[in-house]
């Protein structure tokens, strides 16, 4: 594997909607404290647009519309770009190219057994009946893998559906390194070791919390917004006088309490209970009731999310400062993956105008 002196985390998200607290949970809670931990030499964190482009291609402006949400919602929850490099993945022209190159070191037959892809390419309905799948959907593995290495990145934070990605990233590097030299590093996902924090449930109790199922509580939704959408939060159908005996796996409200109550919440905010084992306990016998589960859960995000709201109110005064971060951003992540991509071309023998070596292996080759 190429030297790696530096530890560099590379992280992204696709700009398809405002982030939601299964984001901040599973990635950008970890991004933050990863950034204080002070072990990393270079963060970036990519705005990933091009990618959000290839399952959108005719909905431009929804991609252009999240571009400042999504550095919003970054900002807001602590990214500091003082320390965190905020960038823009269609302006880095260094990305698309190395994506070039990697796609003669993958094969379509790997390329299809990507079990995210696969399911993505189900979900979208692009398979069975729908207008099939777009070429650069289906090739965005190898452009993620572009994403990781460009930034030489040895340390990625993401939640666990995108180990798949990993994976084939890592093995675009072997081969790279095999053919040409050691030149990539290899990534090593970095997952959150809370698994309930990996992919939290919507407030409906749905597997993933999506945009299109409308079960998303949004970082940037207000006290009543709040309020409203854990009043209305899926927990146990069964579970219909406070009497009566509760199930807490699958109750969206106990997922997410496992998710987010500390032992300092209960002290604060119901101190019936020592810690969330207890009051799963009184559930399970019967006896609790929905709501005052669900207005401890308010209390608990509340405490979360106030300070996430505040440093948003601040960051939304002042939108051309945050244009000025994505761009300062954006340049240097310009710097970072060009020399990169020197590296690469170099390596592949495709650096011609580097020096004029060109001419004198010419005159050597027709030596008499
Ligand atoms: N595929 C990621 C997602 O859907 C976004 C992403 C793009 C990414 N490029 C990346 C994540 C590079 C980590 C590293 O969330």
């Known amino acids: ?98 994506s070039f190159y990697y796609m003669n070191l993958v094969t379509t037959a790997r390329l299809e057994r990507n079990p995210t892809v696969k399911s993505e390419i189900k979900m979208r309905g692009y398979d069975d009946g729908g207008a099939g799948i777009p070429v650069g959907f289906y090739t965005y593995p190898i452009s993620q893998a572009a994403d990781i290495t ?7 934070p993401v939640g666990d559906d995108q180990m798949p990605m990993l994976e084939q990233c890592r093995e675009i590097v072997h081969k790279f390194n095999t053919v040409y030299g050691e030149v990539l590093v290899e990534p090593q996902i970095m997952l959150n070791d809370n698994e309930t924090c990996r992919r939290l449930p919507g407030t409906d109790g749905k597997a993933k919390m999506s945009k299109s199922l409308g079960n998303c509580i949004y970082l940037s939704d207000t006290k009543e917004e709040l309020h409203k959408k854990i009043m209305s939060m899926y927990t146990d159908p069964n579970h219909i006088n406070i009497t009566d005996p ?112 060109l001419i004198s292996e010419w005159q050597s080759r027709h030596e008499a």
């Open 1 to 98: 594997m190429a030297e790696q002196k530096k530890n560099i985390i590379l992280t992204g998200d696709r700009p398809t909607g405002r982030l939601h607290i299964g984001h901040y949970v599973g990635s950008l809670k970890r991004r933050v404290a990863l950034q204080e931990s002070g072990k990393y030499d270079e963060i970036y964190v990519l705005i990933a647009d091009a990618q959000a482009l290839t399952d959108n291609a005719d909905n431009p402006q929804k991609i252009r519309d999240n571009i400042i949400e999504v550095a919003l919602d970054y900002l807001s929850c602590g990214l500091d770009p003082e320390k965190t490099t905020i960038c823009i993945q269609s302006e880095l022209p260094a990305l698309t190219e190395l």
């Open 246 to 357: 509760g199930q807490v796996e699958g109750n969206a409200v106990f997922t997410y309490l496992t998710a987010f109550a500390t032992d300092a919440h209960f002290e604060k905010y119901l101190p019936d209970y020592h810690n969330l084992d207890e009051m799963k306990e009184h559930y399970r016998r019967g006896g609790l009731g929905d709501v005052k589960c669900k207005k401890f859960l308010e209390k608990v995000l509340n405490e979360e999310l106030e300070p996430i709201r505040e440093r948003r109110a601040k960051w939304a005064a002042d939108i051309p400062a945050v244009y000025e971060i994505l761009k300062a951003g954006t340049e240097k992540a310009r710097r970072t993956t060009e020399q990169t991509l020197a590296d690469v071309k170099a390596a592949m023998k495709i650096n011609y105008f580097e020096d004029s070596a």
């Open 150 to 156: 460009a930034f030489k990145a040895n340390c990625v």
